[in-house]
């Protein structure tokens, strides 16, 4: 299975150095295709005055430095069509926000790249309408037909992270996992999907408490790979804390999720 999982955003060399030194045991396992996650900036936080990480320049040197010392594949958001160069020359994976997978021009500059590509669902989009997205990066790359091989031969993937309905809360279907995975590969975002968008006064909330339910249940519905944000302490992380995993609890549950993919 694919592993996507990293903190939220890069708060400073040091803290990313400490998580990604935990994390390595899953890029020497050889049963996980694993991929080092961190944001060089939050372009979608509630407030203006919320941390939005070190910028692209400092946020891609520290990123680079992760790939030379750990040996790690990255992965990392893209906001903008100018952002989309500069950070392939350094990630092995762009990864499109949520609320901007219809974004045309991103999602096209993104496909004339050789990078995989991860598409975000949006909360606001219906799960089959998410094949356009995907079809936007395949005939970029030469490929008329949407469908689940092509899409994975082409590297586009697409990740469920809940649906809002403007109510400080996500709800995940999981019948969109079976949906999506129709037109292309599907990995499962349990952290973002127990977000509680705003409930903070400002801040986006969350109940980390589910994550663990709601990973166990889209293993076993069947999907192609997991996004988790960790921390050594999510309390302190600069963004996204409520609904992180820990990092020691985030390797009982990989064991879990193992067990429950051995005997599906």
Same mark, same amino acid.
């Given at each position: 299975m694919k592993l996507l999982a990293g903190p939220c955003v890069i708060e400073s060399e040091e803290?990313?150095? @400490? +998580?990604? *030194?935990?994390? $390595?045991?899953?890029?020497?396992?050889?049963?996980?295709?694993?991929?080092?996650?961190?944001?060089?900036? /939050?372009?979608?936080?509630?407030?203006? $005055?919320?941390?939005? &990480?070190?910028?692209m320049d400092?946020?891609?040197?520290?990123?680079? *430095?992760? @790939?030379?010392?750990? &040996?790690? /594949?990255v992965v990392t958001d893209v906001h903008e069509t100018f952002q989309v160069e500069p950070v392939a $020359?350094?990630?092995?994976?762009?990864? +499109?926000?949520?609320?901007?997978?219809?974004?045309?021009?991103?999602?096209?500059?993104?496909?004339k790249t050789d990078k995989e590509v991860n598409i975000k669902k949006g909360q606001f989009i219906n799960p089959p309408d998410m094949q356009y997205s995907v079809m936007k990066i395949l005939k970029t790359r030469g490929c008329d037909e949407v469908r689940y091989e092509n899409a994975k031969k082409h590297g586009?993937?697409?990740?469920?992270? &809940?649906?809002?309905? &403007?109510?400080?809360? +996500?709800?995940v279907d999981m019948r969109s996992l079976v949906i999506m995975r129709a037109f292309a590969p599907v990995i499962f975002d349990a952290t973002h999907s127990v977000q509680m968008p705003g409930a903070l006064g400002g801040k986006t909330g969350g109940d980390s408490s589910m994550v663990p339910y709601l990973a166990k249940a889209a293993a076993a519905v069947g999907v192609d790979g997991f996004f988790f944000e960790t921390h050594f302490d999510p309390s302190i992380a600069l963004s996204d804390g409520p609904n992180m995993v820990k990092l020691d609890e985030l390797e009982k549950l990989i064991e879990k999720i193992k067990k429950i993919e051995a005997v599906k």
């Open positions: 803290n990313i150095f @400490k +998580i990604a *030194k935990a994390l $390595e045991k899953y890029h020497n396992d050889t049963a996980i295709d694993f991929y080092f996650k961190a944001s060089f900036d /939050k372009a979608n936080r509630t407030s203006l $005055e919320s941390f939005r &990480g070190l910028g400092e946020g891609l040197r520290i990123l680079q *430095k992760v @790939k030379d010392d750990f &040996g790690y /594949k $020359e350094v990630v092995d994976m762009l990864q +499109i926000p949520a609320f901007l997978c219809r974004q045309t021009d991103l999602l096209v500059a993104c496909a586009v993937y697409l990740t469920e992270r &809940g649906s809002s309905f &403007g109510y400080a809360n +996500i709800v």
